[in-house]
C-alpha cells in the first residue's frame, strides 16, 4: 500500500511538470487576494453556495417533474422542453452573477489566473 502511495505520488509530482497549479476545488487562495479583496470574496462565495444550493433544490423538482411526464400516457415535447430551459435558465443566471462579481473584483491579473479555472464554477 505504501509503494503504491509513493508510486501515485511520484507520478502526480511528475505529471505536473513542476508547474506550481492550482488544483483545490474552488479555492481561491492561488489569486494572492488582498485582505480587501478576500473579505469580498467570502460574501460573493457565501451567496454563491446559497443560489447553488436553492440550485439544486430547483433542479431535482424539476427532474421529478420530468420524470413524470415521461411516465405520463402521451409525452409533450414543449413541456420537456420548458422544463430544460428552466433548469438552464437558472443555472446560467447564477454563474453569470458570480462570475461578473468575481471580474469585478479581480485585477486584470488575477482574472487570467482565475480564467484558467472556470470549469471549477460552472453551475450544473
Do not use: C
Request: aromatic fraction near 6%.
Amino acid at each position: 500500500m505504501k509503494i503504491l502511495l509513493i508510486v501515485l505520488l511520484a507520478l502526480s509530482l511528475y505529471a505536473s511538470d513542476g508547474k506550481k497549479e492550482h488544483h483545490l476545488s474552488k479555492d481561491l487562495s492561488y489569486l494572492e487576494l488582498t485582505s480587501e479583496q478576500k473579505e469580498i470574496a467570502k460574501g460573493i462565495l457565501k451567496q454563491f453556495r446559497v443560489d447553488i444550493k436553492a440550485f439544486r433544490e430547483f433542479k431535482e423538482k424539476m427532474e421529478d417533474e420530468k420524470e413524470a411526464l415521461v411516465m405520463s400516457e402521451v409525452l409533450n415535447e414543449d413541456d420537456l422542453q420548458k422544463i430544460n430551459q428552466a433548469i438552464s435558465q437558472k443555472a446560467s443566471t447564477i454563474e453569470s452573477r458570480f462570475l461578473l462579481q468575481m471580474h469585478n473584483l479581480l485585477t486584470p491579473e488575477q482574472r487570467k489566473k482565475f480564467a484558467h479555472n472556470l470549469e471549477e464554477w460552472e453551475v450544473e
